[in-house]
């Protein structure tokens, strides 16, 4: 069992940065691919970004490619999303998601989740 707890949520300005936070507990962490997903209001849950289990290989929907960065530490059982430049369209809730045995953007494969933070980005 992996247990996730998002935080750093926040309402920023458009341009602004906001990294998140997803602490992770669990044996089976390191071995997890973790994914960042948003839901934004009135909109299916995306894919936003995701890193295997080494955080050697990382991924990232178009929309956020070149502003995001996902990275995470092991030993501290912590995956971060760096957000630059953000824009209004980036206002939704935030959640991490862990998968064991599974490296793509299919949230259906993901068997963790938390519980979401939210990010609200003003124009």
């Known amino acids: 069992q992996v247990q996730l707890v998002e935080s750093g949520g926040g309402l920023v300005q458009a341009g602004d940065s906001l990294t998140l936070s997803c602490a992770a507990e669990?044996?089976?962490?390191?071995?997890?691919?973790v994914g960042w997903f948003h839901r934004a209001p009135g909109k299916e849950r995306e894919f936003v970004a995701g890193?295997?289990?080494?955080?050697?290989?990382?991924y990232y929907a178009d929309a956020v490619k070149g502003r995001f960065t996902i990275s995470r530490n092991n030993a501290k059982n912590t995956v971060y999303l760096q957000m630059n430049r953000l824009t209004p369209e980036d206002t939704a809730v935030y959640y991490c998601?862990?998968?064991?045995?599974?490296?793509?953007?299919?949230?259906?494969?993901?068997?963790?989740w938390g519980q979401g933070t939210q990010v609200t980005v003003s124009s």
């Open positions: 998601a862990a998968a064991m045995g599974y490296y793509g953007t299919d949230s259906r494969m993901y068997s963790y």
């Open positions: 669990g044996r089976t962490f390191s071995s997890c691919t």
């Open positions: 890193v295997d289990h080494s955080g050697g290989y990382t």
